[in-house]
């Protein structure tokens, strides 16, 4: 009966690598995520008995959107533990808008003070790309909590030409560089905004394609500096629509 253990060995051994795939099946992933701030500031200082008063004004809205450049093979394993280093991103950033500093219109300190205006020159839409070191995808761990996760902090893509008061000098430990991140920093303030989504792992196990995506839109707004009466108008706010789209689309496998 040597010939019937040998053919139960064959079947096993064909079987074990199916339900290995079965219970570890492999994606191809892709990833398109947009981020949009819209920066509103009107800030006006109690004038002065000749009539002058500082204001800031501001009105600068940022979008940019980033994407994988092609299908990235990850395994329901890692996607379970979270994948940390996901891949790098393409990122296309648009930026328009205006921003000025300064005394107000007909205050004669303009003459020898004159109000500062952000060089708009170079706005429109500039190319970089987000390293994949800073880019996380998967399950956080332990939970149905399925997220996507990215930050880019670097030169300035439209190298100063292009409102750089607004979206430039964000972070304290590199004040010349340019702060992107998905979600962003607000949603990780206490009390935590939600910023993932909830999956089933079950789902991936289907063996069809699995689309998973995240949309959320806030407002966020700075209180004054001091004593709310130094001021005769005071609005400092900064909205933001995010959302992001994963496709895992299952690796076929051949049989042999």
């Known amino acids: 009966?040597?010939?019937?253990?040998?053919?139960?060995?064959?079947?096993?051994?064909?079987?074990?690598?199916?339900?290995?795939?079965?219970?570890?099946?492999?994606?191809?992933?892709?990833?398109?995520?947009?981020?949009?701030?819209?920066?509103?500031?009107?800030?006006?200082?109690?004038?002065?008995?000749?009539?002058?008063s500082l204001r800031t004004d501001s009105d600068a809205t940022q979008k940019?959107?980033?994407?994988?450049?092609?299908?990235?093979?990850?395994?329901l394993r890692e996607l379970q533990h979270g994948v940390d280093r996901f891949a790098g991103l393409g990122a296309r950033e648009t930026r328009r808008g205006s921003y000025r500093y300064g005394y107000n219109d007909g205050c004669p300190y303009l003459q020898t003070n004159p109000a500062e205006i952000s060089d708009t020159s170079g706005c429109g839409t500039r190319s970089?790309?987000?390293?994949?070191?800073?880019?996380?995808?998967?399950?956080?761990?332990?939970?149905?909590?399925?997220?996507?996760?990215?930050?880019?902090?670097?030169?300035?893509?439209?190298?100063?030409?292009?409102?750089?008061?607004?979206?430039?000098?964000?972070?304290?430990?590199?004040?010349?560089?340019?702060?992107?991140?998905?979600?962003?920093?607000?949603?990780?303030?206490?009390?935590?905004?939600?910023?993932?989504?909830?999956?089933?792992?079950?789902?991936?196990?289907?063996?069809?394609?699995?689309?998973?995506r995240w949309k959320d839109s806030a407002t966020f707004s700075t209180p004054p500096f001091g004593d709310p009466a130094g001021y005769t108008e005071f609005v400092d706010n900064d909205t933001y629509t995010v959302s992001w789209t994963v496709t895992l689309t299952p690796v076929t496998r051949t049989s042999r």
Request: net charge positive; aromatic share 10%; charged share 20%.
């Open 128 to 212: 970089s790309y987000i390293l994949s070191e800073k880019v996380k995808l998967g399950f956080l761990r332990g939970t149905n909590h399925f997220r996507f996760a990215y930050e880019r902090t670097g030169p300035d893509a439209f190298v100063g030409k292009c409102l750089v008061e607004v979206f430039v000098g964000e972070n304290e430990y590199r004040p010349g560089a340019e702060s992107v991140s998905m979600p962003p920093q607000q949603w990780l303030k206490k009390p935590q905004r939600r910023w993932w989504t909830t999956l089933a792992a079950a789902k991936l196990r289907s063996g069809k394609r699995v689309v998973v």
């Open 64 to 75: 940019v959107v980033a994407k994988t450049a092609q299908p990235v093979v990850v395994t």
């Open 1 to 52: 009966m040597r010939w019937v253990w040998l053919a139960t060995t064959v079947v096993a051994a064909c079987l074990a690598p199916q339900a290995q795939a079965a219970s570890n099946p492999s994606f191809k992933v892709t990833v398109t995520s947009t981020f949009v701030r819209h920066h509103v500031v009107h800030v006006a200082r109690t004038p002065l008995p000749n009539g002058c």
